[in-house]
């Protein structure tokens, strides 16, 4: 490997959200990498840096051409310039979706379990969640989607959006193209607005791809408001920025003037300039880190297998967020992550945060040094041996 994914970094103390916790703590929750970014990332901030002047910024050609050539080339996926818009990040872009498209009281079909903040994109907006809950196999440990009743929560008049996470946090599937094209025939016929989140898209098993829902086919295309970003597979969320692809041309103008009186639509002097480092010069950095990251993820699973048989690693290929099965322990999980924290330090998440079926799963972040992932294994057996005999 040409990059040094096992090297420490020490985040203690930086102010980090995921870090600035108890000392004795040890976090694997929030939805960052304890990597280091891509070396022509930091280059790029380094160098914007340097000139020691940090006014107003503007969205440059070169801003377009980054995100439109890596959607060609990583996911064959055509964009035209136009399309685009940038944002100070995909939940604001949500949320503004969410007060562009919808009215108060209306509903938003939600699949889950899910990233949680979209439920508060919603309600926060006096809007309903309408939950479409994920089908979970307990036996093939996979999720798969309830179509029959994804058709009743559409076909209801006051449904008039869903928000769709493909691939998908916290379960870590990657939606088939039947899938999303079942999807957009019935959001099609009941006159649901799909926002598409592909946040997480660059982040898949070596080898496996998604498929962005907007090149499904044309009824997907123009029925969808899709925010992709690069904060998620190069670990700069802190810098804060999204892009919003609308080919619908009445769609982008609605977002349009709705990310603009939200004053999300400008950059920071730091945003513009990692993103086409990333999409420019990360690739090679990426793959490396797909396969680390997939290295944890088989560390985890024989490790599970072998020492707390009674706990099951969903079946995902996406995500460094694992997804974990501790119905063999217990059906609440809140209580489970509580004790482990308060044994053994380790900050897990309860996977109730996500809704639907996840009373009994946590949530466990692996993008982090190989060494850590095995400390926090040693930890996570010590908390299910000590809670299974308390
Ligand atoms: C599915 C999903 N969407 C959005 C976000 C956050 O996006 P942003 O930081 O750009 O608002 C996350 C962060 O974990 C996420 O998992």
Known sequence: MKYNFDQINNRRNTNSLKWDIGEHEFPMWVADMDFQTAPAVTQAIQKRAESGIFGYNIVPDNWYDAITGWWEKRHQTHFQKEWLIF?????????????????VGDNVVIQ?????????????HGRHVLENALHYDEQTHEYSMDFEDLEEKLADPLTTMMILCNPQNPVGKIWTKEELVRIGNLCKKYHVTVVADEIHCDITEPGKSYVPFISVNEECRENCVTCISATKAFNIAGLQSSAVVIPDEMLRQKMER??????????????????????????????????????????????????????????GDCTYLLWIDCSGVTKNADELCQFIRSKTGLYLTAGSQYRG????FIRMNVACPKVQVEHSLGLFKDGIIGFMHQ
């Open 87 to 103: 944002c100070t990040g995909v939940i604001p872009a949500i949320t503004t979706a969410v007060q562009r498209l919808t009215n």
């Open 112 to 124: 889950t379990p899910v990233y949680d903040i979209f439920f508060h994109s919603v309600e926060n």
């Open 258 to 315: 709705g990310l603009n009186s939200n004053e999300v639509a400008e950059p920071n002097c730091f945003a513009i300039d990692s993103v086409i480092a990333a999409f420019t010069q990360g690739e090679e950095w990426l793959e490396e880190l797909r396969e680390y990251i997939s290295g944890n993820r088989k560390l985890v699973a024989e490790y599970l297998e072998k020492e707390i048989p009674e706990i099951s690693l969903v079946k």
């Open 357 to 360: 079926v996840s009373k009994a």
